[in-house]
Structures are given as C-alpha cells and as structure tokens.
C-alpha cells in the first residue's frame, strides 16, 4: 500500500476483523471497512492510505488542545525504559495526548481530553507495556484573560557587561471576543525607529502571552498593538526591547482586569424520562448550565455546558443517580469565566 502523505511504501503482513477482543484474519478490505493492520512501520493515525497508481489524500483529523492534565512517573530505572518506549508509541497512535516533561521534579506530564482519556492512557501503560507507574492527581489547565483596555509603556535601561541596554514600548491591550484567539500587531508607522527591533518586541509579548499574569497560565482571547515607543542612538538593542515589551505586556494585563478562565464541556446524557429531573439537579450543582432538552418516548437528552473540574467522577456518579440507565459524552466546548 501506499502512504499518501509521507510518500512511503508500506508492507502488510496481515489483515484483522475485529470483534471486540477477538479478532478474525481475512485477506481484503474495501474503503469504508474498519479493519486492523499488522505490518505498518510509519503510517500513524490521521494518515491516508491508498493506490499509488491512484493517489487520494485525505484531510487530517482535527484535534483540540488537552485540557486536562496529570503527573507519571516509573517506579524504578527498568520501568522508566519501559515509560518511554510506551508513551513513544502511544503519541504516535493518539494525536490527542500530550507529553512533557517536569525538569524540577523529573515527572512526565500527560495532557489529554478528559479524566476517562488519561485513566485509559495509564491502564494501557501498565497492562500492554508492563510499566509500572506513580500517578498523581488530575489537573484541569486553565488559562488567563482580561477584562477592559489598558495602555502601557515599559522601559528597560540597564548595562549588562560593557555596553547600556535600552528599550521602550508602548502597547495597547485589549479583550477580544471568546475564543477568538490572540492577535498582536504594529501600528508604527513607516520610518519608525524602531522597525528593526520589531520581531525582538514580538517576542517580548509572546513569551508575556504564554507565561500569564495570574497563576502562569497562557493568555488567551487578547489583541496586543504596538503603537510607539522611544529609541536612543548607540544604546537601543534587541534585548532591550524584547525585555521592554515583555514589561509593558504584563503590566498592562494586571492593569486591565485579568480573569481566570476554564474549561467547559459539553456534555450530553441520554437517560430515562424518570431520572430527568435529578439529572438537571446534578448538572445545576456542578456549575453546569442546561442549554437544550429533548424528549422522545421514554428518554430525555439533556445538553448541557460543565466545567471539566466539576466533572471528576461524573461516570460513576450519573450511574449512581441514573442505576446505571444513563449514558453520557462529553466533548471540550471552549475555555470560559464559570
């Protein structure tokens, strides 16, 4: 077969019909089967397979960013090989986890999309590849926002070895609309002074951007422009500005009302019509906030708005509240003030 988008040859060694742990060898499949593949070597999930002599590429799946995250580590030096490999071989099939690593307590850090996700991620780690592993508790990432506008000029003079070090900038910050991302622009004008220094001021506002004002977390839904500042001959320099701009980025999100957001799932349950009620009572007392009801016969779907942090354990919960009749998903809505 052939892997469109790498452009690679790949061998399969055998064909597999699944049936849930059971599975059954066959020797063809046609578009639209699910089927599993031994024998790939560099095909990983989100790629298209298919006929050289007919080449299709499809689109890559999209994936949203983790919201939840949590601390692992291997209980001895043999398991940390066994970690590695394992977690190697899990982000290669899951494009929805993360790893990262805690230099000052030497974890790794998973992120995925939800407490069930990352209990999954574990058992797989001890059960499949026979790491044994210290878990510590889910950690929901929040991030931060601002509220109104602020204006700020930072300015970082200093001499560091023998020369001065200047630089001045002045920013506007402002809110935008939720979940519209960030966007930082110039607006210097033409023959400004300090055009050359404009990416060393980027990057000022981008690290500002990714460390927050708060409690570390990255800044989101902000506009950042650049509208002026001061130069001096001989004594302006790259550090200068990058430091100026990051200054005046975090001195203008504390002056303009940070706030902290989290995120918010959507959550669906599907239940008998006789459990509604506690349902909506249970969603109520977690912060939750119902935005559509649907009837049909005997059941009830209820849509609703969550905080993830209010959602741990919710599995084994709406079991409880529903004696196991419910079903639920739940997918990552946007970050929002609860």
């Known amino acids: 077969?052939?892997?469109?988008?790498?452009?690679?040859?790949?061998?399969?060694?055998?064909?597999?019909?699944?049936?849930?742990?059971?599975?059954?060898?066959?020797?063809?499949?046609?578009?639209?089967?699910?089927v599993g593949v031994i024998g790939l070597?560099?095909?990983?999930?989100?790629?298209?397979?298919?006929?050289?002599?007919?080449?299709?590429?499809?689109?890559?799946?999209?994936?949203?960013?983790?919201?939840i995250s949590q601390a692992i580590e291997a209980k001895s030096?043999?398991?940390?090989?066994?970690?590695?490999?394992?977690?190697?071989?899990?982000?290669?099939?899951?494009?929805?986890?993360?790893v990262a690593s805690d230099e000052e307590t030497a974890q790794n850090i998973?992120?995925?999309?939800?407490?069930?996700?990352?209990?999954i991620v574990v058992d797989r780690l001890q059960r499949e590849f026979g790491a044994r592993v210290n878990v510590g508790k889910p950690?929901?990432?929040?991030?931060?926002?601002?509220?109104?506008?602020?204006?700020v000029q930072g300015v970082f003079e200093r001499e560091i070895g023998d020369r001065k070090h200047f630089g001045d900038v002045l920013l506007?910050?402002?809110?935008?609309?939720r979940s519209q991302g960030n966007l930082v622009e110039s607006a210097l004008p033409e023959g400004s002074?300090?055009?050359?220094?404009?990416?060393?001021?980027?990057?000022?506002?981008?690290?500002?951007?990714?460390?927050?004002?708060?409690?570390?977390?990255?800044?989101?839904?902000i506009g950042v422009r650049i509208v002026g500042g001061n130069f001096?001959?001989?004594?302006?320099?790259?550090?200068?500005?990058?430091?100026?701009?990051?200054?005046?980025?975090?001195?203008s999100c504390q002056k303009a009302e940070p706030v902290m957001l989290e995120p918010m799932m959507k959550v669906i349950v599907t239940c008998p019509a006789e459990f509604t009620g506690d349902v909506i009572s249970d969603v109520n007392s977690r912060r939750g906030e119902v935005q559509a009801l649907d009837s049909h016969n005997l059941t009830t779907k209820i849509e609703a708005k969550v905080p993830l942090k209010a959602l741990f354990g919710y599995s084994t919960d709406i079991r409880s509240l529903t004696q196991g009749r419910a079903v639920f998903s739940m997918q990552f809505l946007m970050y929002d003030r609860s």
């Open 1 to 34: 077969i052939f892997n469109v988008g790498r452009k690679k040859k790949e061998k399969v060694a055998r064909l597999l019909k699944m049936h849930a742990n059971k599975k059954e060898r066959i020797e063809i499949a046609y578009a639209g089967d699910i």
């Open 41 to 67: 070597k560099e095909t990983i999930t989100g790629d298209t397979i298919s006929s050289e002599a007919h080449p299709i590429l499809l689109e890559a799946i999209d994936c949203y960013e983790p919201v």
């Open 77 to 98: 030096p043999a398991d940390q090989e066994k970690l590695d490999f394992a977690l190697k071989k899990l982000l290669e099939e899951d494009p929805t986890l993360r």
């Open 110 to 119: 998973i992120s995925g999309m939800g407490e069930l996700h990352l209990e």
């Open 139 to 151: 950690r929901v990432m929040f991030r931060e926002t601002v509220q109104n506008e602020a204006t």
């Open 172 to 177: 506007v910050v402002a809110p935008r609309g």
């Open 193 to 221: 002074p300090l055009l050359p220094f404009l990416p060393a001021i980027m990057d000022g506002i981008n690290e500002g951007i990714a460390s927050g004002v708060i409690a570390g977390y990255p800044v989101v839904d």
């Open 232 to 251: 001096r001959e001989g004594e302006s320099s790259v550090i200068g500005y990058k430091i100026a701009a990051l200054t005046a980025l975090r001195e």
